[in-house]
């Protein structure tokens, strides 16, 4: 895979999966704009890829707040000139203190549809004109098998994420003519702070694990349910992210890979 010459934006690119898509991208050569709401985080990874022969560029960026998305839309265009490759990474499990609640309140609905699925069409609306200008543009968007198959413990969750698959489908209609691939990444389990959250939530507000420490709840759940029996790593994502939004994949447009150990088979 070749991105030499090619502009990346990652959202929720500070950590966890994000930080592991903006390093691979930078390895296969593209210049990478890092964009996340925590700004150490993107500091700190702007650091990493330094080292590299790459151009990067660390951005504030809050996908919940159209603002904040047409201003660092606009701050890379002015520096790169285009983004060539749009990554939507960023998202949420819940609302402030999810997971000390064992039911889902209003403050969970509405930051995961407003960050995991709005995020996703604010930053696509966005990028998505000046893709279409250049009649070239690579968008991948990450949801969750949650999305795919639900989630008792997280419903909020799940449905924002299966939101994110329909959109992909719907994106991928509207700008097919232009040259522009939209497709999808349903990670399964992977060990980030996201999870964390869960499986505290897991050990304490719920009676799944207690006992356990989150770790422990993690490994445990990922050997009832993952039939590769281990679980996924960032760069397991990354790598298929990379594919996605390289000239390898460009007759696939408006899928959903899983990338998940086999949890779910479809």
Known sequence: MNFKGKIALVTGGGRGIGRAI??????YGADVIVADINEQDI???????????QTVKALHLDVSDQ?????????????????DVLINNAGVIGGPNWEKRSKADDSDWNSTYDVNTHGIGRMIESVGPHMKSND??????????????????????????????????????LYAPDGITVN?????????KMWERIAVR???????????????????YVAQTTPLGRPQRPTDIANAVAFL??????????????????????
């Open 67 to 83: 603002n904040s998305v047409d201003k660092a839309v606009a701050q890379s265009i002015e520096q790169f000139g285009r983004i």
């Open 184 to 192: 999808c990444i349903a990670p399964g389990l992977v060990w980030t």
């Open 136 to 173: 070239y543009g690579r968008i991948v968007n990450i949801a969750s098998v949650a999305g795919r198959i639900g989630s008792v413990n997280s419903v909020p969750y799940a449905a924002s994420k299966a939101a994110a698959i329909s959109l992909t489908r719907s994106y991928a209609q």
């Open 202 to 220: 897991r050990t304490t507000a719920l009676t799944d694990d207690r006992g356990m420490s989150t770790r422990e709840s993690f490994d445990a």
């Open 245 to 266: 939004a390289s000239d390898l994949a460009s007759g696939i447009t408006g899928q959903t890979l899983n990338v998940d150990g086999g949890l779910t088979m479809d």
């Open 22 to 27: 903006a390093h691979s991208l930078a390895l």
């Open 43 to 53: 500091g700190i990874v702007k650091q990493e890829l330094d080292k590299s022969e």
